[in-house]
């Protein structure tokens, strides 16, 4: 990996901060996308004492607002002339509403949208540094959803945190097989990592039921270090260098669900999302 340049979102804790730390360790140049500067920088001084690599970097933005998205991938431009790897990994369940500064409900956005406009405004650098890859972080609850376009982004009243999570992470998958396709020929190759149980914050971050649930799966969770291989492998493994449009499971291409194999559900996933992040 010496020689290439990694962009990781939601780098300073648990899956994120593990791909980090082992993409940093191979050689590569890795900046760390980080929405609080304190906690980016701690964990950028951990790794890089790990690892001794004097080629970290870090860039904040938080990935619930399409400004500070722009803003943070224009500051990359600037530092960068190339990008090998965009591992999307940020993201998390709401145990409540809530709606983002765009005025989007913040599941969706978080776990879709941003990803969606990220890849979008980095996507030339992409192409100019074939071979690239772009790795999403994905969960098997999306074999369990449905995209709703009456209701992709609930109200209030409408809300229901599982219910919006699937939804999301499905819509993740139906924009990493989209991508896939629209991108063939050009040398990127996009794929979702599926981690597993994992222990991670997302474990206090939804509601009392759903915490409930977490804490009783804790003995069987894997440590972050054990979910991030997947990630680490499609990222980095010379045997995944031609694979695209796959999703992986245990650093291996897994069945994919039929819904996310919807190629008219993902093609007007793919205009509504260009309409919420006005990127085209």
């Known amino acids: ?71 943070m991938a224009a500051e990359f431009r600037f530092k960068y002339t190339r ?38 405004l980095l996507l030339d650098l992409l192409k100019t540094s074939a071979p690239s890859r772009i790795i999403t972080t994905g969960s098997s609850t999306y074999r369990r959803a449905a995209i709703n376009f009456d209701d992709i982004m609930p109200n209030q009243q409408n809300y229901d945190e ?10 993740q998958v139906l924009f990493t097989f989209e991508l896939a396709r ?24 939804g509601g009392p039921a759903f915490r409930e649930r977490w804490r009783q799966r804790t003995p069987i969770l894997v440590t972050p ?3 991030a291989r997947t990630a680490i492998h499609a990222a980095s493994a010379p045997e995944m260098a031609t694979v695209t449009g796959a999703y992986l499971e245990n650093m291996a291409v897994t069945e994919a669900a039929p819904q996310s194999l919807d190629e008219e559900v993902a093609t007007r996933l793919w205009n509504l999302s260009e309409e919420l992040t006005e990127e085209r």
Request: proline share 1%; aromatic share 4%.
């Open 162 to 171: 599982a219910t919006a999570y699937d939804q999301s992470k499905l819509a």
């Open 83 to 120: 990008l090998d790897v965009l591992v999307n990994n940020a993201g998390t369940r709401f145990g409540n509403w809530e709606l983002t500064p765009d005025g989007h409900e913040s599941t969706f956005a978080l776990n879709h949208l941003s990803s969606f406009l990220l890849t979008s």
């Open 225 to 227: 270090q054990e979910g």
């Open 1 to 71: 990996m010496e020689g290439k340049v990694c962009l990781v979102t939601g780098a300073n804790k648990g899956l994120g901060k593990e791909v980090t730390l082992a993409l940093a360790g191979m050689g590569a140049t890795v900046v760390m996308v980080c929405r609080d500067h304190g906690r980016g920088r701690a964990a950028l001084e951990e790794i890089k004492a790990t690892t001794d690599s004097e080629s970290l970097n870090l860039l904040v933005a938080d990935m619930l607002s399409q400004q500070d998205i722009r803003r």
């Open 182 to 205: 629209r991108l063939q020929g050009t040398g990127v190759t996009v794929n979702c990592a599926d981690p597993g149980a994992v222990d991670t914050d997302i474990g206090v971050a």
